[in-house]
């Protein structure tokens, strides 16, 4: 079955300093992962995804991911902190091959102080 | 291009009262999906549409929750009777035909007394 965990619930950073928000993913056969991103009262945005060409995910707004397989990894990083990137961040792992039925984390909440 | 819509987006009833969630997936896209986010926790899929047929719906409760796709576009969600634990944002999401990526809505929130 596939699953991921989100290992931190809040993250507090300041602004110009960089962003690590942490996944670990469970998949019995070789996944699909995405990082999604909900601002308070808006849908749910796609920031970047992997599909098992480079290991090494860039997405919008400066994010990136890196796919590491030995660690069942897929964390989100990001050099420099801007206020708004505050919001909150689920890393998601394909259901099926198909990879169309998705499975959220519980979610990671970013806050940026100035 | 216009992205998927959802109405209402806020609804308040009492339990056991019912209540319906309509959404437009952005246009030419086949596949359709409803998922339910309750407060503190990630999206969990209720159920997915392939034009207007269902491919999924194994974590629906079907005894309370109903949802169609009668022409493959527009699609309805519906709780009857409702229950306090399902106060919740629901939301629409909607993918072209064999894509991953996943195109979400603003969500409908709601608050069951």
């Known amino acids: 079955a596939q699953s991921v965990t989100q290992l931190d619930s809040h993250v507090s950073v300041s602004e110009g300093t960089p962003v690590l928000l942490r996944c670990n993913y469970s998949?019995?056969?070789?996944?699909?992962l995405f990082w999604y991103v909900q601002h308070p009262n808006k849908g749910l945005q796609l920031l970047l995804k992997y599909t098992s060409a480079a290991t090494l995910v860039k997405g919008i707004n400066g994010f990136e991911a890196e796919f590491k397989k030995s660690e069942t990894s897929f964390h989100l990083t990001k050099p420099s902190a801007h206020m708004s990137d505050a919001a909150e961040y689920f890393c998601v792992v394909s259901h099926n091959q198909a990879g169309t039925a998705l499975i959220f984390g519980k979610g990671t909440t970013l806050s940026v102080s100035s | 291009e216009a992205g998927v819509a959802q109405s209402p987006r806020y609804k308040i009833i009492e339990k056991r009262q019912s209540v319906a969630f309509w959404c437009n997936p952005i246009?030419?896209?086949?596949?359709l999906y409803w998922y339910q986010q309750i407060l503190g926790q990630g999206p969990k899929l209720l159920i997915q549409?392939?034009?207007?047929?269902?491919?999924?719906d194994s974590q629906l409760p079907k005894d309370r929750f109903s949802a169609e796709r009668l022409k493959g576009v527009d699609s309805t969600l519906k709780i009857q009777p409702a229950k306090l634990e399902d106060s919740a944002v629901y939301l629409c999401a909607s993918s072209t035909r064999g894509q991953e990526t996943q195109y979400f809505g603003p969500g409908t929130r709601l608050l069951v007394l």
């Open positions: 246009s030419g896209h086949a596949t």
């Open positions: 998949s019995s056969y070789s996944p699909s």
């Open positions: 549409f392939q034009n207007n047929g269902v491919v999924d």
